[in-house]
């Protein structure tokens, strides 16, 4: 069981920062996805993948798809991940889930396109919540936001289609002086039930 | 930063689990909500469900769900939780989303349906990832599972339609002599790059 001050940094204390600073070295994107990676996803699919804009050329490219609340905060912030998925995540399963070679027969065919959409939002979800704990877990303040255009994201960045945008997330120091107040949560009984 | 010890309890060494023993109590199950809920969702959605089935009754209910090779072993597991999600989410969101009293407008009407199904599946989905987290923090195993069929799940537990099964997750102490050897994970340059 993890520590008080290890519950407050991955979710108790920790909050969705507006303002970064602070720099995010190339050794530290590589420590984080070598966290994030162990998070489980259906048979070891891990349709998850990961874009991160740091150079002024990449961020202008994304600047387009941002909308006016996200924009200022997300030019200026020291790394900004594209959260996306692979549509194909199932050509690695003979390699990434050895114990049935014959996996790979249960994606492949144009009637699995709709089932597959499917897996990989629902994992590569997952992941794009392993990578917010796991930055936070390595010190890192995250700014996940799903308030931009997708489609103008994908036609950027993934034009062969194969790789979808699910969400944003800025990466860097937080500015705790520019969050508001915290919002509340669902209670148990809202959200819960125990049958 | 976490420690060594935490980083291996909540992602390095913590294993999806088979097989299950012990108790799950209720003050271990409202813990386990009560840190996930801080996980962070778009615009504080919260879209995420959980039904925690421990009676025997409410496991035989879900039987007629489970695929062949998760039977037993949920049938098993002192707790099966469902992680599902609401599709009403944002009639909560005047009372979670305070700083904008119209936010609730922008989900509202029969053309906003297609939407808000995929904001309640990716944030749905991104809370499911904290459940399972947060489980492994606070000294739990976890088993997720997506074997299982989602409309038997949703005839037998959520008839009204408002809430959807997303995934299962067994809960309780996992034995370690039940799982296989760990599957590969993809490379830093598979899944990511850097611009």
């Known amino acids: 069981m993890l520590d008080d001050k290890a519950l407050d940094t991955i979710f108790r204390q920790a909050r969705t920062q507006n303002a970064f600073s602070g720099t995010v070295s190339d050794a530290q994107l590589r420590a984080l996805y070598d966290l994030m990676k162990w998070g489980p996803t259906t048979m070891n699919t891990q349709p998850g993948r990961i874009v991160f804009l740091r150079s002024k050329e990449a961020k202008e490219r994304l600047r387009p798809a941002l909308s006016p609340g996200n924009l200022d905060k997300t030019m200026a912030a020291p790394v900004t991940a594209i959260i996306a998925y692979d549509l194909m995540f199932y050509e690695n399963l003979p390699r990434v889930f050895p114990f049935r070679p014959d996996a790979i027969k249960g994606f492949q065919g144009e009637e699995k396109k709709a089932g597959n959409q499917v897996v990989a939002f629902r994992n590569g979800s997952l992941q794009g919540a392993y990578f917010i704990i796991a930055a936070r877990a390595l010190g890192l303040d995250t700014g996940p936001m799903s308030g931009f255009d997708n489609a103008k994201v994908d036609a950027a960045f993934f034009p062969d289609g194969r790789w979808k945008s699910n969400f944003l997330c800025n990466l860097g120091t937080g500015d705790p002086s520019k ?14 039930r125990i049958e």
């Open 179 to 192: 969050i508001f107040a915290r919002s509340p949560r669902l209670a148990f009984d809202e959200a819960c």
